[in-house]
DNA sequence: ACATTTACATACGTAATAGTATGTAAAAGG
DNA sequence: CCTTTTACATACTATTACGTATGTAAATGT
């Protein structure tokens, strides 16, 4: 086989990134070898290797790769304006929906939530998705309090709290489902779980 | 060494069942080695194969051993009667106090949510939770049917939602918690937790 | 008491897999 | 066009850790 062009070559990468994605996914971390993921994509260990530092680096390379949507979800329901409970509504049923359409989505919550434990090789990887959710609560706990002193959500309700509650909801519910997603349409019961969870934020 | 007798052969079992809660927690299931569990234990990985069948085996016994509390707290819980929303508060709170206080549930639960991927030798062990899990989320559907019928809860309430909507706060909380345990105090919290989550699902 | 089984320890074999070193052919670069 | 580097494949090495086979001394049964 003749060697290939730069082009080619960031395709191998996207391609081996997507065969981590599917053998990840299936056989969790620690269960599927390199081997594994080389035969997905077509390729031999060589280039993954190549590619990647080795395992656990191929693995955070993924994580990041495929974890971009869900801050796209999470910015572009800020971005579409409206009230807090609006942009926090959108935000969670839309995180619903595209868990249940888009398989990547899907895939990388399965791999991070219920694949993978937390050993020292994926630190890295596992600090970034920690960030990503300090940061999600961080913006909560701000919007929360806001929300409250403008009179929007009841006045007796403590911001921390709240922000915590919504998170606690929403990934709970993501991973309820996840356990056994045959068991409801979460794009369906998605609008009715937060409405749920807000008419006891909202001042009587 | 000498042999040991019936008793002491049944506490070295249970010696080499706590070694593997604080090693797997610690480490994750994947990597401890058998021998670690043994050190800790103060024997050889010869008394584990005696005992048990090998690793998934000694995973399975373990989390079916320690997991018994929770069961326990959930039971009492509706032993001491009251109206369904009372129960399921006592729940809620008790199961978060106790994963603040007891070592040994706290360190199942991290164990089983964030140090234990999904991979069939585990089968049988996450079987068993995950019965215990419908079993949990059925008793709640039965409960929340009855408790909308009765007008003690909101008469437009679904109750499969409702019981889904629990079941997920409760476990989001927890899992919110053990990912940052020193963020706040869940077992303070829970109360109000609680308590926010019930204030949109009782009649106005 | 003697035979048998139990409760382990010790020692061994072995399969798997990660990482690395080396090979190679063709692009990139000048 | 010639050199260098890139993009992999192939081959090798080494370790890790599981399972098992065997050993043994004392407890248990009769």
Known sequence: ?????????????????RAALAVFSQ???????LEDIAE????TRGAIYHHFGGKAELYTDMIIEYSQPIGRII???????GTFEDILKRQFIRMCAALEDDADLRAIQEISVM??????????GIARKMEGMEHQ?????EGFKEAIACG?????????????????SL?????LWLLDQSSFSIKKSAPAAVDMLFKGMLPS
């Open 1 to 17: 086989m003749p060697r290939r062009t730069k082009e080619e070559a960031d395709i191998t990468r996207q391609t081996v990134l």
């Open 27 to 33: 056989h969790g971390y620690s269960a599927t070898r």
């Open 40 to 43: 997905a994509a077509r390729v």
């Open 75 to 81: 910015q572009q329901a800020i971005d579409e304006g």
């Open 115 to 124: 694949k993978t434990e937390m050993m020292p090789d994926l630190a890295e």
């Open 137 to 141: 609560v961080q913006f909560l706990m």
């Open 152 to 168: 929007q959500l009841r006045a007796d309700l403590d911001a921390e709290e709240a922000a915590r509650a919504y998170f606690a």
């Open 171 to 175: 990934n709970g519910y993501m991973l």
